[in-house]
């Protein structure tokens, strides 16, 4: 065991002196784009998870020309409505005084502008000709179709982290050449020496060992140095992004998911370190 463990740790500081600086960096510039755009994607997403994303319609009613409980009544039997909130126009207001940043426009507004309304829960597919229909009915003084930008935001975050997976896909492919293209070179100017310590009965593995893990300290390092361009992004982007956050009111910051996902960049650009590198050395073998 004690034998077999020198023989690790020699091959790694054979590799680690063999190890290329500047792949490394070239590797974690490629992964920092994804890994990035990961990052924004889920900051963002986590933002619309505060928002509710079920399908929902306003019907805003003129209370002297429409019976408020015979409405109701109607809604709450339609089979495409799950649910009915009826929201008159003094719970609205409070409503409204209770926003940050709003109380001083409630209580500037002297009487109450803002109608009754009912708060209809609905499937997908039924918002747009239920809105329809529900805008012919007389009383009802406008109709609107409340938090389908957030689910098209939703959607456009899947789409979008789709495209990253692809992205790290073909730049996963371009970083196992460059490994492969930097091991070949070093296989070409140890030839010699290869050889001759196949002909002292040296085993493929031990051959093979140091350039495993010069492809995988590399990978390893583009990975750090892909996180630590990640965080030196998000922190410049996050000093333009907090003065626009709080003329909203909002503590929002663009936020790296979290140690897991850091971890999974490192083993990601280690895998394409080895997997370069064993491609490379396998190639040769063959060869010779």
Same mark, same amino acid.
């Given at each position: 065991m004690r034998a077999w463990l020198r023989q690790h740790r020699q091959a790694a500081l054979r590799g680690a002196r063999r190890m290329g600086v500047l792949n490394a960096l070239v590797i974690g510039v490629a992964l920092a784009? !994804?890994? #990035?755009?990961y990052a924004l994607v889920e900051s963002l997403r986590a933002l619309a998870g505060r928002l509710t994303l079920e399908p929902q319609i306003s019907v805003f009613i003129d209370a002297k020309r429409v019976d408020a409980a015979a409405l109701g009544a109607r809604l709450k039997r339609d089979q495409r409505v799950a649910r009915?909130?009826?929201? $008159?126009? /003094?719970?609205?207001?409070k409503e409204l005084a209770a926003v940050q940043g709003l109380p001083e426009l409630a209580a500037a507004l002297g009487s109450n502008p803002l109608p009754d309304?009912?708060?209809?829960? @609905?499937?997908? =597919?039924?918002? /747009? $000709?239920?809105?329809? =229909?529900?805008?012919?009915? $007389? #009383?009802?003084t406008h109709v609107q179709a409340d938090a389908l930008w957030a689910r098209r935001l939703a959607a456009l975050a899947r789409l979008v982290r789709l495209g990253l997976a692809l992205l790290a896909a073909l730049l996963g492919v371009a970083l196992i050449a460059v490994t492969f293209n930097t091991i070949r070179l070093q296989i070409l100017t140890q030839r010699e /020496?290869?050889? @001759?310590?196949?002909?002292?009965?040296?085993t493929d593995a031990f051959i093979r060992r !140091?350039?495993?893990?010069?492809?995988? %300290?590399q990978g @390893?390092?583009? #990975?750090?140095?892909?996180?630590? %361009?990640?965080?030196?992004s998000l922190g410049v982007l996050n000093s333009q992004v907090r003065t626009l956050a709080e003329t909203y009111g909002s503590a929002f910051r663009f936020t790296w998911p979290g140690?897991?996902?850091a971890a999974a960049v490192i083993a990601f650009a280690a895998l394409l370190g080895w997997l370069g590198a064993h491609l490379s050395v396998s190639r040769h073998l063959r060869r010779g």
């Open positions: 784009l !994804p890994a #990035g755009g009915v909130r009826y929201v $008159p126009r /003094e719970q609205a207001l309304a009912f708060v209809l829960t @609905v499937a997908d =597919e039924s918002v /747009e $000709p239920l809105a329809a =229909e529900l805008a012919k009915v $007389p #009383g009802v /020496e290869i050889e @001759v310590s196949q002909l002292l009965g040296a !140091p350039f495993y893990y010069a492809g995988l %300290l @390893v390092a583009g #990975g750090v140095i892909a996180l630590l %361009l990640v965080a030196l140690a897991a996902d």
